[in-house]
């Protein structure tokens, strides 16, 4: 997807580029390219990256693989919480967050029902 997304914006480009009135020279046109193609190339890696946020937003967040930015997104999640997570992994069950006093029943409250612990 990522690929059919920069070559469509490439073929915008190029189509833009020959409706000018001025001449550029293939030099121009190449540095123009690379230029737009590069940017093309951070935008599509945002999008998908969006996509793919979009596609998990409603599954709930596996406390044994979440990145601690990804953990970090829960509700009321600290940095500090966060590492705790990690340091403190695997879990049997997303429970084992408070019986094993990584984060208080409060927190825990808060985020629940927005994770998992697969095994």
Same mark, same amino acid.
């Given at each position: 997807?990522? !690929?059919?997304?920069?070559?469509?914006?490439?073929?915008?480009?190029?189509?833009? +580029?020959?409706? /000018?009135?001025?001449?550029?020279?293939?030099?121009?046109?190449?540095? !123009? /390219? +690379?230029?737009? /193609?590069? *940017?093309?190339?951070?935008?599509?890696?945002?999008?998908?990256?969006?996509? !793919?946020?979009?596609?998990?937003?409603?599954?709930?967040?596996?406390?044994?693989?979440?990145?601690? *930015?990804?953990?970090?997104?829960?509700?009321?999640?600290?940095?500090?919480?966060?590492?705790?997570?990690? *340091?403190?992994?695997? $879990?049997?069950?997303?429970?084992?967050?408070?019986?094993?006093?990584?984060?208080?029943?409060?927190? $825990?409250? !808060?985020?629940?029902?927005?994770? /998992? +612990?697969?095994?």
């Amino acid at each position: 997807m990522v !690929k059919l997304i920069a070559a469509f914006a490439v073929s915008l480009l190029l189509l833009a +580029a020959g409706c /000018t009135s001025q001449k550029s020279s293939p030099d121009e046109v190449r540095e !123009k /390219t +690379a230029q737009a /193609t590069s *940017e093309m190339k951070q935008d599509a890696k945002a999008l998908a990256d969006g996509v !793919k946020e979009g596609w998990n937003r409603n599954q709930p967040l596996d406390v044994n693989n979440a990145s601690k *930015e990804q953990l970090q997104s829960l509700p009321g999640m600290s940095a500090e919480g966060a590492e705790r997570i990690i *340091e403190s992994r695997p $879990y049997g069950s997303a429970s084992e967050l408070v019986s094993r006093r990584v984060i208080s029943q409060q927190e $825990y409250d !808060k985020i629940k029902d927005q994770i /998992t +612990a697969k095994n």
